[in-house]
């Protein structure tokens, strides 16, 4: 009986090490270059991005508005951020305090917030900010949005029996300014909402939402009919530009979520004989709300504290802008996927590094 060839043996196991170096060797090139390639599309990005920005900034420079709202009354972001502010003991107070605070700004949750729900839309008029914040409720209009769960979860600690943690979060915040959340706070996460599920309207520099206008069996729109709530908000350009990781804006996912497809009327006359068309509420700019199909609010109106803020001078803007506006929008959403893409070929190329040196 023939003896197995020890050589032989050998040289086929160095050739399997050879080939398998080989091999470990090209997936580290390739990992490499893709990387390399990846990051010289997101520098191109960013460059993009940032000479459109300039362009942006100039317009705005040269297009400074105020907030007069017809009455000689002003309203603005600011004046509502101060409404918030005097609710001292609420969660939205404190966030706003932080917000505003440079030595707190960079904490984990106000970078991943995008702020209380009060101060993230305009309205044209008195008359809808009011109906429009009464319809959400002052818990809603106070509620902070997020970005992602990690914002959420790091807005409150928990100790291991379950129960809050006063010294993490925007509890101990509070607390090293003296001051304590009472009760719960509604907190809104973006990632978790189901967005709207349709187009927009062409060529509308607000991007609104192409819904069909309710219409009667005869098929004419019901009169005094002015538009939906969620198309009647107006964001401002660094509001219409954000994107969640989804690549949805605010207007169909937060905007979407709170009013859906809530009609909005000049009179509770006009609002009440649309009401075969209302499925999913209605409100009047004289004071008439109806919750839902079937379910009206009756008695005086409650007048909200916290109400969105006024549009100052004129909303229209020029076409260049508006196509400018909407492509810094798509290029930071085309920039974040490019991110997420070069921190998996990283992860691959530091697994391949490092099985490749337990083989030497």
Known sequence: MSQPN?????????NQNDANVDNFTNQIKQHEENIEFLNSQSNRLSESVLDLQVGLGRYHSGNVV???NGNGAFRTEEETVEQILKKQNSAASIFCWIKANTQTSNLAFVKDALGVVATLARVVNDDLSRILSEYVGLETMLAIVCSTNEGVKALEKYDPEGTI???????????SIGKVINGRFVVICLEDLRPFVGGFVDEDPQKK?????PKFP????????LDYAVNMIHLDSNRLSYLTTTGHGLRETLFYSLFSRLQIYKTRNEMMLALPCITDGALSLDGGMIKKSGIFACGSRNDVEVKFPLIGGESDVPPDYTEAEGMVRRLKWETSKLAADIQREQQLLDFRKSNSTSQD
Do not use: R, V, Y
């Not at 939402?209 to 206008?213: D, E, G, Q």
């Open 218 to 225: 005869n098929g004419e729109c019901p009169p005094g009919f």
């Open 6 to 14: 020890s050589d032989t043996d050998t040289n086929i196991q160095l």
């Open 165 to 175: 943690n006063c010294n993490g979060g925007l509890h101990g915040i509070g607390s």
């Open 209 to 213: 939402l192409a819904i069909p206008k």
């Open 66 to 68: 105020t907030s007069d």
